[in-house]
């Protein structure tokens, strides 16, 4: 089973370039979430959602768009890349929508902006 | 806004020793209360959980202890293994919003052999 894989592993850009980070789970997954992790952070909720067509805003949604027109994919878009956006990003999914159930995360995008 | 505090940032422990990380929360809606394990280069995943309807739960090595007067939990490790260095992260759930953990700052794990 593949669970949760993101792509790319690891990604340099230019100030103000754009991107999209895939994430994809082939659970049958309804909730999925975007993480990213800073040194001394932990973990901050960028956006999450619970099922096709519903998306909702986390702790740290400024500068990042997300779209889930299936229940397998929820990619991050970012629309102008800042050296701020530099980071580890970590895609979630978990069966259900409470907060009881496991999250499984991908192995996470590398990301640094210059 | 649910705040969770990690303490402490590192740990380095030696071989057949406890390790211990503990968490304070502020408020929840649902009483449940994850631990999560990194290792380097890897996505976290899911150590063990507690709702605090009891106030131990127990996992081999891996213990939590719950204090709900307190808003605190904590994670024990007993005779830690070089195998146990990693990362760990707790969280509780948001007071609204659907399966909305907030996490701790992480604590990085240093078992020295």
């Known amino acids: 089973n593949a669970g949760v894989t993101q792509t790319p592993k690891f990604q340099v850009l230019k100030t103000g370039q754009s991107m999209t980070l895939q994430c994809a789970q082939d659970m049958n997954h309804e909730y999925m979430s975007w993480y990213r992790q800073d040194p001394g952070m932990g973990l901050r909720l960028i956006h999450y959602?619970?099922?096709?067509?519903?998306?909702d805003q986390g702790e740290v949604p400024n500068g990042y768009n997300v779209s889930r027109s299936t229940t397998e994919d929820f990619p991050l878009r970012l629309l102008s890349a800042a050296p701020s956006q530099t980071s580890v990003y970590f895609c979630?999914?978990?069966?259900?929508?409470?907060?009881?159930?496991?999250?499984?995360f991908g192995q996470g995008t590398r990301l640094t902006v210059v | 806004q649910q705040q969770v505090k990690q303490s402490p940032q590192s740990l380095i422990v030696q071989k057949g020793g406890i390790s211990i990380i503990n968490c304070a929360y502020e408020?929840?809606?649902?009483?449940?209360f994850p631990w999560y394990q990194q290792f380097p280069g890897k996505g976290p995943a899911l150590l063990i959980a507690i709702r605090p309807d009891v106030s131990e739960k127990k996992e081999g090595r891996f213990t939590i202890s719950f204090n709900k007067s307190a808003k605190q939990f904590s994670l024990h490790i007993m005779d830690s293994q070089p195998g146990d260095s990693a990362t760990y992260f707790c969280a509780a759930p948001t007071f609204q919003g659907a399966q909305k953990l907030v996490f701790g700052q992480g604590t990085r794990l240093t078992i020295n052999p």
């Open positions: 959602s619970v099922g096709a067509g519903i998306t």
């Open positions: 979630a999914s978990s069966y259900t929508g409470t907060p009881r159930t496991e999250a499984f």
């Open positions: 408020n929840t809606a649902f009483d449940y």
